[in-house]
């Protein structure tokens, strides 16, 4: 699945709640990256930022444009705006309008602006997808490639030049022995990325106080309906922690945030987790939306992934400093 349509499907599926019993609206979702490259499209090294600003602009009926909408990206770097009314939006683009928290200093310039693209129109409802935003820095980061520098232009069947008779040389003088060099002392060993070895933790891990260095992308504290949408909102509440929903057990929902909590911190912590961040999160959601047997099935897909089985992966913790 492409970026372009693994966003779409994510906004999609946090913003089902949004829509459900909601008639005559109009939904518009995206994302916003940060191009920390400064190459014009997403790439590996790119990431979704928080706290960027996103407007929208449309026509009038005298041609000019206007500002109908502006909202801030959240954790996921997604943003969503909502027109009362299902007008034609597919004249409206948005663009990149300025920065806040969180964007970590990529907002200091931003991309070309993106149309929006009418998804599906049912019982008065739209949804309008667009294609990702970029954020850009002050200048790229030091570790993006840097394009070679075109070589010179050779002429074809170039004139020859006569050359100037060769000049004899006088004999070579011999060297002197070599000087023997002092050994080449060791090197001690290069760190470890843990980012890149292959590890998965259960949740009494994530919850041991040693370990709560691990916990870098998001924290304990941080709201369940922040992290994983509208629908995780409504069936668990808007006070529901992180911290609070990996210690639930007794029930499959509370069992489904538990692991669903752990599976999205072991894939924020090792880039070989079976999951992605957006697949857990898309996963969440989808069960969710389903029957209470779909919310076990997800849960123990979930749980064999954080104990590692399938992977052979082991917990790589060390307490922290």
């Known amino acids: 699945m492409n970026w372009s349509k693994r966003i779409f499907f994510t906004a999609f599926v946090l913003l089902e709640a949004a829509i459900d019993g909601a008639y005559g609206d109009a939904l518009v979702t995206g ?50 705006m909502r027109v009362d009314g299902t007008p034609n939006l597919s004249e409206c683009y948005t663009q990149v309008s300025g920065n806040g928290q969180g964007s970590n200093g990529c907002g200091a310039a ?15 409802m739209e949804m309008y997808a667009v294609d990702p935003l970029l954020s850009q820095p002050a200048q790229p980061m030091s570790f993006c490639p840097r394009s ?35 050994p080449v002392p060791r090197f001690p060993p290069s760190p470890s990325l843990p980012f890149l070895e292959d590890s998965a933790c259960p949740h009494q891990k994530w919850m041991m106080p040693e370990y709560r260095c691990y916990w ?31 210690i639930g057990r007794g029930d499959p929902y509370r069992t489904l945030l538990r692991e669903g909590t752990t599976a999205l911190l072991n894939s924020y912590n090792s880039i070989q987790f079976p999951y992605h961040p957006l697949g857990v999160i898309q996963n ?14 997800t849960a123990l897909s979930f749980m064999k992934a954080n104990l590692g089985i399938g992977t052979n992966a082991t917990c790589t913790f060390t307490a922290c400093k």
């Open 110 to 124: 931003g991309g070309p602006a993106q149309h929006l693209r009418l998804m599906f129109n049912m019982f008065d």
């Open 31 to 80: 994302t916003v990256f940060c191009d920390q490259c400064k190459d014009g499209q997403v790439s590996l090294f790119d990431y979704p930022v928080y706290g960027i600003k996103v407007t929208m602009s449309c026509p009038g009926s005298d041609g000019q444009f206007t500002t109908w909408g502006e909202e801030t990206t959240n954790w996921l770097g997604s943003y969503a």
């Open 148 to 182: 070679a520098s075109p070589a010179p232009v050779v002429p074809v069947n170039p004139t020859p030049i006569p050359l100037p008779p060769a000049i004899p040389l006088p004999p070579a003088t011999p060297l002197p022995p070599a000087i023997p060099l002092p």
């Open 284 to 297: 969440m959601n989808l069960a969710l939306m389903g029957s209470t047997r779909q919310v076990l099935h």
């Open 216 to 246: 870098k992308v998001v924290t304990p504290d941080m709201k369940v309906g922040v992290i994983f949408g509208l629908v995780a909102a409504r069936k668990y509440g808007t006070d529901m922690t992180l911290g609070q929903g990996i």
